[in-house]
């Protein structure tokens, strides 16, 4: 990973989207400020890279969204998958909910993102993929 600087515009992206958040964010930042589980501290509004997560808790890399119903659509889903596929890229794990689900389902809500931090903690970013066949450990039946 690369650190880049943050762009003053990222920045004050960042800072508007704090004072004029949506309801179910504001629901859901009530609560996530509250989550009592180790390592769970999250930030709202956050520049990764050239995105601002809705909330992420740096140190368990989870990024939790807050998507409306723009996100349904066509060219939502689209631009939704690249930015995952970027910040996945990058280490972070994505979770994803809709506005309605915060709003009516917010036990539920909270109890996905204290399994995703508490019972699926993050690869260590020293964990890696198994070696791919025919690397490492000799096949079965043969030796070195």
Request: proline share 7%; aromatic share 6%.
């Amino acid at each position: 990973m690369v650190k880049r600087p943050i762009s003053d515009f990222k920045r004050k992206t960042a800072a508007r989207l704090r004072r004029t958040n949506t309801a179910a964010e504001a629901i859901l930042w009530r609560h996530l400020r509250r989550l009592d589980v180790k390592g769970s501290h999250f930030r709202r509004q956050v520049v990764i890279g050239p995105y601002v997560a809705d909330f992420a808790c740096l140190a368990q890399r989870l990024i939790t969204e807050v998507d409306g119903s723009q996100h349904g659509e066509e060219e939502g889903l689209k631009r939704d998958e690249v930015r995952t596929r970027w910040l996945q890229s990058e280490g972070y794990r994505v979770i994803r909910f809709w506005n309605n689900d915060v709003m009516s389902k917010t036990d539920a809500v909270m109890d996905a993102i204290y399994n995703a931090i508490a019972v699926t903690p993050p690869r260590s970013p020293l964990a890696s993929d198994p070696p791919p066949p025919g690397e490492g450990e000799a096949p079965r039946g043969e030796s070195h």
